[in-house]
């Protein structure tokens, strides 16, 4: 029996019984059997406002029915800031910065931004900046910041969100192209390769399963997991010389450096001829770039062009590694390391804030020592 059924039964058996338990129709009803109908309808239709009533508690907030007579003191704005002056060491871990270094990035941001209030709290600037740049670097989530510096969750997604576009407005123009003198004057860097002055590689950046767009477009065989790849390519001085993120999941570093434009004289990326970049087997072997042989042209060689190639090999992989390096220094940087959990639009942004910040610790490091 479906449900229709059980509910055309249910109404006759109320109808019988209504029919013999109701008292004497009021005058202006004609008959006994009309007046049982209408009884019938009115208690079917109470009878259905109780099935679709909320429950008594459905207004109240899920943190009230966990906690009940919930008594929380309010948070106290803490000044992390000062705090950590005091730890050296602990401001350069959490944060990538040195004490110095960090004065130095506040008083740029200072002349954008002006002081703001946040709820019943006043919170500096200086907080303001070490928070968004451990969000950068740890990558934790609003509930820890909120505890560490004394504001609710809600002003702690306020300030990241308004701090790190003021970061990245900062920070993205270190990330610059070289010009052909630039390029030029790398030459000899490395003695064994002294025209190659530079390497290429892509990373990828998990993120979460796509809702609303096709899951397939950024899913990556290879990785496993949804991701966006990003291309990078430094000099040989370790420095991240051009990046662009933003790459689908589905397409290999291949079909990345096909879109991100011509390198060479006169091209948008301007790249001075008899010059060179190294590169992995999956670029194509076309200047500026040049990638090492594989192993079906050394099976074909000769004996001593077999020796030449696999030499040849050895030099490429000991300085192509060093864009592996600058990759997993980016990647210290955890909201592009881990899985990527906000909007995905602003994953290349913050991409290329992380690269800038990396940049910067170089020049920091090479300053201290």
Not at 238 to 254: M, P, R, T, V
Not at 355 to 367: C, F, H, K, M, P
Request: hydrophobic share 40%; charged share 20%; glycine share 4%.
């Amino acid at each position: 029996m479906n449900e229709e059924e059980k509910t055309f039964a249910f109404l006759l058996l109320m109808y019988s019984h209504l029919k013999l338990m109701a008292c004497p129709p009021p005058p202006y009803i004609p008959d006994e059997q009309f007046f049982c109908i209408l009884l019938l309808f009115q208690m079917y239709q109470e009878y259905l406002g109780l099935v679709t009533m909320p429950l008594s508690f459905f207004n109240i907030r899920l943190r009230d029915r966990i906690l009940e007579n919930e008594n929380q003191e309010p948070l106290a704005t803490n000044n992390v800031y000062a705090t950590l002056c005091n730890r050296p060491y602990e401001f350069w871990i959490l944060s990538g910065e040195t004490v110095c270094s960090f004065n130095n990035l506040v008083i740029m941001i200072s002349q954008m931004i002006p002081q703001i209030r946040f709820g019943n709290s006043y919170v500096s600037l200086e907080n303001r900046v070490l928070l968004t740049l451990i969000w950068l670097r740890q990558y934790p989530t609003n509930t820890l910041l909120s505890l560490s510096f004394g504001l609710s969750v809600a002003n702690v997604g306020k300030i990241i969100n308004n701090m790190w576009v003021l970061l990245w407005e900062v920070c993205s123009p270190l990330v610059t192209w070289p010009s052909v003198q630039e390029w030029t004057a790398k030459q000899g860097h490395w003695r064994e390769m002294a025209n190659v002055v530079g390497s290429i590689d892509g990373t990828s950046h998990e993120i979460l399963v796509p809702m609303v767009e096709p899951q397939q477009e950024f899913y990556s065989g290879h990785r496993n997991y949804h991701c966006n790849h990003t291309q990078v390519i430094i000099d040989n001085e370790k420095n991240i010389c051009y990046i662009h993120s933003g790459f689908l999941g589905h397409e290999n570093d291949a079909h990345a450096y096909q879109q991100l434009g011509p390198i060479g004289p006169g091209a948008p990326l301007d790249f001075p001829a008899g010059y060179f970049i190294l590169g992995d087997s999956i670029y194509p072997n076309t200047p500026p770039l040049i990638v090492p042989y594989k192993s079906a042209e050394i099976f074909r060689a000769d004996a001593r062009e077999k020796r030449r190639m696999r030499k040849f090999n050895r030099l490429h992989k000991s300085r192509r590694v060093y864009v592996e390096h600058v990759i997993k220094e980016l990647k210290t940087f955890r909201v592009i390391g881990s899985l990527y959990r906000h909007p995905r639009w602003q994953l290349s942004c913050v991409v290329e804030l992380c690269a800038g910040l990396s940049n910067r610790r170089v020049d920091i490091i090479n300053e201290t020592y």
